[in-house]
């Protein structure tokens, strides 16, 4: 049996120390970006049908009942966070159920695991073809990035009350063959990171669930070198944070100054309690 494992990192130092394991099936090579609200964390398989949620704080790791069958090729497609209308965290799962070579013929389902229930309940089709890309899951609303044609960008937000999609403008940015750029979770708010080799965009978009949504450029950083994929993740005090595959940045938006705060794969020690070390990746697979 392989484990999954999760470690805790302070944010400084050298050290991150391990918080929960849990045994999971054989195969695993590789999960999807994690998701978190209010202290809990998603993480799914991304080649498999297993998703964990952790509660860190009283270090507990579940794994979810399986759900419908994807015939998929692609990371899982999940989002999680709370409806704001009942405080029920849901997971929300989209799946495919069949798709041709050139995607212009395909269905695709959606379901929910509410935390504490037994099963996934299934819920409305999305419209469209939703993309691998992982979703910005903010207290209310999940925000897909989806194909309407092969050629046309488009993107769905789900209620997590209704529990149904609807349109939502995309960035002017953004691209259907664009695997570099990401959605992201900025100050609480829908962002999107655009990629360009030299550079990253970070747009925002406004969404009181009254006016329509506007996209606007928020800050663009001019990379020291050539990077294609960086996140921001989180803001604090003028200063974002950055993630790209293996290392974390910090961009102070005063000088513009943008430097390496950590290798996460060379120069952080994974600890288990008694002391020894583990040589495993953030995630902790074996």
Request: charged share 15%; proline share 7%; aromatic share 12%.
């Amino acid at each position: 049996m392989d484990k999954i494992r999760f470690f805790s990192y302070p944010g400084h130092g050298t050290v991150a120390e391990l918080m929960c394991e849990k045994l999971c099936s054989p195969g695993i090579r590789g999960c999807t970006q994690p998701l978190h609200c209010d202290g809990l964390v998603v993480v799914a398989a991304a080649l498999s049908s297993q998703i964990f949620v952790c509660n860190p704080a009283i270090k507990e790791l579940v794994l979810l009942p399986t759900g419908s069958p994807d015939c998929s090729d692609k990371p899982q497609m999940v989002g999680f966070s709370v409806d704001t209308s009942t405080g029920e965290y849901k997971v929300v799962r989209c799946f495919w159920r069949y798709c041709n070579a050139d995607m212009t013929n395909y269905s695709i389902g959606c379901e929910i695991f509410t935390l504490g229930a037994l099963a996934w309940k299934p819920v409305a089709d999305p419209p469209y073809l939703v993309k691998s890309m992982t979703p910005v899951c903010l207290p209310g609303a999940i925000y897909w990035s989806v194909g309407i044609t092969i050629f046309t960008q488009a993107m769905l937000r789900f209620n997590l009350h209704d529990e149904q999609f609807t349109m939502f403008p995309a960035p002017p940015c953004m691209e259907l063959a664009d695997d570099c750029s990401n959605l992201t979770n900025m100050f609480g708010k829908l962002g999107y990171a655009h990629m360009t080799g030299h550079t990253v965009q970070l747009w925002m978009a406004e969404d009181d669930g009254v006016q329509l949504p506007k996209w606007s450029l928020y800050f663009t950083i001019v990379l020291p070198w050539t990077v294609w994929n960086l996140i921001p993740f989180s803001a604090y005090q003028g200063v974002i944070y950055l993630l790209d595959l293996t290392h974390t940045y910090r961009y102070n938006t005063q000088n513009r100054s943008l430097e390496q705060v950590v290798k996460l794969h060379q120069e952080i020690s994974y600890v288990q309690p008694q002391g020894t070390l583990n040589p495993y990746i953030p995630g902790g697979w074996d």
